[in-house]
DNA sequence: CCTTGACCTTCCTATCGTTGGAAACTTTAG
DNA sequence: CTAAAGTTTCCAACGATAGGAAGGTCAAGG
């Protein structure tokens, strides 16, 4: 079986299969004698497991951990239930983000009367100070930089810490 | 006032500021005599701006268009209004798919005794057939290559899904 | 004046997962 | 034999951000 029935066979892509076997996800395929890689129904079986497990926002890393647990006869499934649960914690955090952002965007949009004329709290609350969702939801988020018309060049209370406060 | 002030008044961190200079999100700074840019109050409310609609999760290209918006004094409302609720919808269809993996996952924990036992319903549906849930949500699945403990490494329908479906 | 440290500059690299292309080779079908 | 389809490797790009190196600049203090 060459590269291309094995991408049609588990739903893998040919690039990222050779993107798989070259950072070490997968083992270096057996090669036929003109180079072309060979597999077999067992790599295509990890190969769909891969598949699975990315269609379920595992990111590669944890892949490497989940395969070391599927080939490993002797693990505890403790071992594996805590790994799908704390995943599913943080896609829930990921969802909770994304709620709060459609909380506040949706606030914005029913205060925007939506015709031809320009007045649009949307663009009001975006330039001058994020709605209040969005700023109730960052964290340790204070005063937001007032400076408005004034020119002031180097006010004299600088926040913000240079970088690192959000992802 | 210089790159890191303005950095610290926006909460954009410099490195970014530089970056949307360079892909065009922002016009080029003027630069003071030693080449150092320097930057306004206006410029400091448009990279507040800027990080504010980041928040929101909108991407830099949207943010264009958004920026194209907000300075433009005869803009209707209306059209701020369907990109922002756009915008929302994707966030809830991003929503919805991360909903469903947590659905997959949660069920399949469920199922999992998480003992010392190897036994693990997770492992066994990512490496078979993936989970039900993840079944339905993924839109044209079909015959999953059932090869198994079968090591032939030709079977007779490995061909059989010729026809480049999924990417 | 000179040093020190904070700040700024450009340029290069990396991330993560995936896709694209180019150039060359092999296999398969006609 | 030829043409098409498949494969190989290598290189680049995406989006948004972070990190660092090497060097120039500024302000304060000795």
Redesign the interface.
């Known amino acids: 079986?060459n590269i291309g029935?094995a991408a049609?066979?588990?739903?893998v892509?040919a690039k990222m299969i050779r993107y798989y076997e070259k950072i070490g996800l997968i083992p270096n395929a057996t090669r036929s004698g003109a180079g072309y890689r060979?597999y077999?129904?067992?790599d295509?079986?990890s190969l769909?497991?891969i598949r699975?497990?990315r269609?379920?926002?595992f990111s590669v890393e944890k892949i490497m951990k989940?395969l070391a647990?599927?080939r490993?006869?002797?693990?505890?499934?403790?071992d594996?239930?805590?790994m799908?649960?704390a995943?599913?914690a943080g896609?829930?955090a990921?969802?909770a983000e994304?709620?709060a952002?459609?909380q506040?965007?949706?606030y914005?949009?029913n205060h925007?009367?939506?015709?031809?004329?320009?007045?649009?709290p949307?663009?009001e609350?975006?330039?001058e100070r994020?709605a209040a969702v969005?700023t109730e939801r960052?964290a340790g988020v204070q005063s937001?930089?007032p400076?408005?018309?004034?020119?002031?060049?180097?006010?004299s209370r600088?926040?913000?810490?240079?970088?690192t406060?959000?992802a």
């Open positions: 079986m029935q049609r066979a588990s739903g892509s060979t077999n129904s067992s295509v079986h769909y497991f699975s497990a269609d379920l926002g989940l647990l599927w490993d006869r002797d693990r505890a499934s403790a594996v239930k805590d799908a649960l995943h599913a896609l829930k990921k969802i994304l709620q952002m459609v506040t965007l949706e914005l949009a925007c009367h939506g015709n031809d004329r320009p007045d649009c949307i663009i609350n975006l330039a994020t969005a960052r937001k930089a400076l408005f018309g004034t020119d002031t060049p180097a006010s600088d926040r913000a810490s240079t970088g406060r959000k």
